[in-house]
């Protein structure tokens, strides 16, 4: 990483780096419309994961698939108004969507008619923008020709693949089900059947994992092909069995030096391999193979969302359904509402959000949602090398954006 | 109603904490039906939360307790038993000698399991020293554990007579409860009284009332007090007319007059309690009030133990200062004085009768006034002597309690420090532990007695400054709890002290600065670095934390910048969550105390400077 005094755009001067200064994204809707699915089954739950899913709830897959068709259809039925904060002032039309994410869970647990048929379904109710972005979460296990062929005769431009790790053992710590040779397959078969563009999850900083393997890892992703890589330090939650682990002193802590130092190793050879790094753990091999989808989040723009536990967002006021499948199930198969909860934010809670989540993305925040800033604690923060502010724009350093969060406390 | 002063009986009740003080005084309350059996709760006299969560007594209470032994008859309440509920703390041993000497006797009450406790004998001896009836009584006898054989032979092993003397009770049950009060009602005399005397009454303590003023608790010796009396106090001149007269029985209650022997409180408009001293003598206003003898034992309330005391928030200390001088209304034995601290700010340098006296004041800033503090190191007195000569040829003198004020060394002739005369009641067992304890804390042994076989009493000369650090910590888990600690103040003795600073960031934190003996300097600045190593969270750059003499880095240890503070996944789910956890982070940063350019969290300031958990009773 570069140190703190050394101007850090300079590193950033690679191809495809000039897109910000002429084409900067505002928030909002001007950063399109997104639909997340969820589907909250797993052949088996691993000890990292803290996501909203089952491994012992496949009985309800039936029913949990009729059960956000209803949703889909009731939400665009029931008009934007109905979702928007009273005072947003919006007309009652859907936007264009610029792209659909199914994430999980496992969503190609389901039969593969049913997952395309979800994706039909929202192409169905709502209008697809010509270039949209569509991904489906695969896991390598799950994945083959036929379902990849069956996902792009329903629209699907993508697909996200966890590989975590090319070290067996680390595999096996995550306690993921597969070897490290089937992401390897499974992206061939991705391409084979005419995904245009393919994304593989790494874990780094596992208990256990050598420098030597996470070395071997970035190799092995980048040997792969594929368009796009995130890279996530291991993160232990509270409740998941690792966060017991690291509680019982069975498992060590992860330790956050190393993280820094796997990043760092990280960044090299995928930036070395031609991707660039546009988010905090996300790396593109071109602008246009970046996510759009999750730069959606990043920009503070408008999605439905689907399924339990799901998170949507319009126009300043989020609402999250059920994270029980029998409870969201049942409440839509009764006629009631999946909505477990909401919340109408303030302008300074939209700024605080806009400023947490533009900070994350490479170019940083559009002039015109850099919220007045304190001009002290500014300064105090570009002098100690977390941001930078560049044509009107403010932007996490290199140093910065693994210390984020300091980042934001000291601004907003 | 009045009493004769034969039938009055004036007592307190002498324990060690959770010997069942509370409890007994409860069950005499049950016993005699003086409180409604709905409205009894536990700990009925201990008024204050702090009393009631930690099961100590702060503040003196009385119950006026009628009482009609068995086998006398009938016709109404003959005696009047006067109980005097009183601290038990090492810290508050000069109110609890004045409780004892408004008594005619004291209720020893011993854990039959537990034995005498340190505190327990030296406050029976300052009972014996007032000239007290003692009444030995062993609690807890259903407990499995209790021997109360054997603890009946400590106890008569100091106040003589024969163990089968000792009443045998469990204050729980009430099981025997009835033999104590009719033992005090046989054995401890009626008090006496001089009746051509002028009229004299004992202050005990007193507490302040925001509508009335000082209420003052006394003991009348001579003669007799009305409402409306003009009372004069020796100590402080204070005079006014007396506004309420009551007595506790245990709810206030009005009362006409209170003769020779009687206990009872009054309130005069008194503004201050500092100007209703615990020890001074009350009289009658008038000519010749000044010449009425004070009654023994006065004193002005001195500090042992001295601490800076800051606001987290610099804004508070305003607000700090109203909140100390509110206090001081209802507390007359703390000092303090405004001091600036370069990394604390401004501040006050207060003086504690010990550290339970310096924590309770503090908790109950924290509690009643909600004023975040950090407390500095706790100190003692110093007495430096200078190189420098007076006029009258004599070296010149100064007082330091606060690290910050000591001169340069080579100003310095030389250093006292105050000692305390330790009094350490341990099982035999540990006698080896706790001499080496003692040694290792500079103190030297006056005496060891055998109470029993078992049972060792080991007097010191320690230092006061290593007893305020962790030394009862200590004593205790080397005696696995069963030892116990007293002390009183003793001479001022030369010292080979040096002042020991921590620097965080090159930048010395004068709140971290130490007189410590120069043998144990390198222990205290190594501790003291390692503990910030871990209490202060990692920063945006290398942090050196240095401990010194002088220019001279006894120890060091370095905090690493940290190179990871981020979220690795912020998707759609984890927005709400992850902004409403940084506005907490935000808002707990607030809370930091900027040193220099460091960030110190205030915990780590409490935890950095904690000498360990102080002991109660």
Aim: hydrophobic residues 40%; aromatic residues 6%.
């Amino acid at each position: 990483m570069s140190t703190p005094d050394a101007p850090p755009t300079s590193r950033w001067l690679g191809h495809g780096s000039e897109r910000w200064l002429d084409d900067p994204v505002e928030s909002g809707p001007a950063a399109g419309f997104g639909v997340y699915l969820h589907v909250p089954f797993c052949a088996h739950r691993c000890g990292y994961c803290d996501f909203a899913t089952w491994d012992d709830k496949a009985g309800w897959m039936h029913r949990y698939v009729a059960a956000v068709h209803a949703d889909i259809a009731r939400t665009v039925a029931g008009g934007r108004r109905a979702v928007a904060p009273a005072s947003a002032e919006l007309d009652d039309h859907w936007p264009e969507v610029t792209s659909i994410f199914v994430g999980g869970g496992t969503p190609t647990l389901l039969p593969p008619d049913d997952l395309a048929g979800l994706v039909e379904r929202v192409v169905a109710e709502l209008d697809l923008a010509g270039d949209a972005e569509v991904t489906v979460e695969c896991n390598p296990e799950t994945a083959s020709v036929a379902l990849f062929e069956r996902l792009v005769a329903a629209g699907v431009t993508r697909v996200s693949m966890g590989a975590q790790s090319f070290a067996p053992h680390v595999l096996a710590t995550l306690e993921r089900q597969h070897g490290p040779e089937r992401p390897v397959a499974a992206v061939a078969e991705a391409r084979a059947a005419g995904i245009g563009s393919i994304n593989l999850d790494l874990i780094y900083g596992t208990p256990g994992e050598r420098d030597e393997d996470w070395a071997e890892t970035l190799r092995r992703v980048v040997a792969v092909g594929t368009d796009h890589v995130s890279a996530y330090a291991l993160t232990i939650h509270d409740n998941t069995p690792f966060g017991s682990a690291v509680r019982d002193g069975t498992m060590p802590a992860p330790d956050e030096d190393l993280q820094a130092d796997r990043f760092d190793v990280a960044d090299d050879v995928l930036g070395a391999a031609g991707f660039q790094h546009y988010e905090v753990s996300n790396w593109a091999r071109s602008p246009a193979l970046r996510s759009d989808h999750n730069l959606l989040y990043w920009r503070h723009g408008d999605y439905l969302a689907f399924g339990v536990g799901a998170h949507a967002h319009v126009a300043g006021r989020r609402w999250w359904s059920h994270r029980s499948i029998p409870r969201y199930v049942t409440a839509i198969e009764d006629g009631g509402s999946p909505v477990a909860m909401d919340e109408v934010l303030s302008e300074a809670e939209r700024a605080e959000e806009r400023l947490m989540l533009g900070l994350r993305v490479r170019e940083g925040l559009h002039p015109h949602d850099v919220p007045p800033l304190d001009a002290e604690a500014l300064e105090d923060a570009m002098r100690l090398g977390l941001v930078t502010t560049s044509c009107g724009r403010l932007q996490a350093t290199a140093r910065g954006w693994f210390l984020l969060d300091e980042a934001v406390r000291r601004l907003m | 109603m009045t009493y004769p002063i034969e039938r009055i009986r004036n007592f307190c009740i002498v324990a060690h904490v959770d010997h069942g003080k509370s409890t007994l005084a409860d069950r005499m309350l049950q016993i005699t039906e003086l409180v409604d059996p709905r409205k009894m709760r536990a700990q009925y006299l201990d008024k204050m939360d702090i009393e009631r969560e930690r099961g100590i007594t702060i503040k003196a209470q009385t119950a006026r307790i009628p009482y009609e032994p068995e086998g006398r008859g009938s016709g109404g309440p003959e005696y009047l038993l006067n109980l005097i509920d009183t601290p038990g703390h090492v810290d508050f041993s000069y109110e609890v000698s004045r409780a004892l000497n408004a008594c005619e006797g004291a209720i020893l009450l011993v854990d039959a399991a537990q034995g005498m406790q340190a505190q327990t004998i030296a406050n029976l001896y300052l009972a014996l020293e007032a000239d007290l009836e003692i009444i030995p009584v062993l609690n807890k006898i259903d407990l499995p554990a209790a021997r109360p054989d054997e603890v009946a032979r400590e106890m008569t092993s100091i106040i003589g007579g024969e163990p089968s003397d000792v009443l045998r009770i469990s204050a729980k049950t009430g099981e025997g409860v009835k033999e104590v009060l009719d033992a005090i009602v046989e054995k401890v005399p009626a008090p006496r009284t001089n009746v051509d005397g002028p009229p004299r009454a004992l202050i005990f303590d007193s507490v302040y009332d925001a509508y009335r003023g000082a209420l003052v608790y006394f003991r009348v010796i001579d003669g007799t007090f009305h409402p409306g009396d003009k009372i004069h106090m020796r100590a402080t001149g204070y005079e006014n007319e007396i506004d309420d007269l009551a007595v506790h029985s245990p709810e206030e209650t009005p009362i006409r007059e209170l003769g020779p022997g009687e206990v009872g409180m009054l309130s005069a408009a008194i503004k201050e309690v500092s100007q209703a001293k615990v020890g001074d003598t009350i009289t009658l206003a008038g000519k010749g009030a000044k010449d009425v003898p004070m009654l023994p034992g006065y004193r002005e309330p001195l500090a042992m133990v001295y601490s800076g005391l800051y606001p987290v928030d610099s804004d508070d200390f305003p607000v700090l200062r109203d909140a100390l001088e509110k206090l001081q209304l209802n507390d007359a034995s703390f000092t303090f004085e405004p001091e600036t601290s370069v990394a604390l700010g401004f501040g006050f340098r207060c003086g504690f009768l010990g550290l339970l006296h310096l924590e309770i004041i503090t908790e109950r800033l924290d509690r009643e006034f909600n004023i975040p503090l950090v407390t500095s190191a706790p100190s003692v007195r110093y007495h430096v002597v200078l190189e420098a000569k007076g006029d009258d040829g004599e070296h010149l003198t100064m007082e330091v309690s606060n690290p910050q004020d000591l001169p340069e060394p080579n100003r310095i002739l030389r250093v006292e420090e105050p000692t305390v005369k330790a009094m350490i009641v341990t099982p035999n067992d540990y006698v080896g532990p706790v001499m080496q304890l003692c040694e290792g804390r500079r103190g030297q042994m006056v005496a060891m007695d055998y109470l029993t076989e078992e049972r060792v009493e080991m007097r010191y000369i320690l230092p006061l400054a290593e007893i305020i650090t962790d030394f009862f910590d200590q004593l205790k888990s080397m005696t696995r709890g069963y030892a116990s600690l007293d002390y009183e103040r003793s001479d001022y003795l030369e010292s080979d002290l040096v002042k020991v600073d921590v620097l965080l960031n090159k930048e010395p934190v004068d709140a971290f600065s130490a007189i410590v003996h120069r043998d144990r300097a390198y222990e205290y600045g190594k501790t003291m670095v390692e503990r910030l190593k871990e209490l202060i969270p990692r920063q945006m750059f290398d942090i050196p934390i240095q401990a010194a003499i002088g220019a001279k880095v006894i120890a060091r240890e370095t905090i690493k910048a940290k190179r990871k503070d981020v979220l690795a996944k912020c998707y759609g789910g984890d927005v709400s969550r992850k902004r409403k956890l940084l506005e907490k982070q935000k808002e707990g940063k607030k809370k930091m105390k900027a040193v220099g350019s460091v960030e110190v969290p205030q915990e780590a300031f409490v935890a950095a400077l904690k000498t360990g958990a102080v002991r109660q009773d």
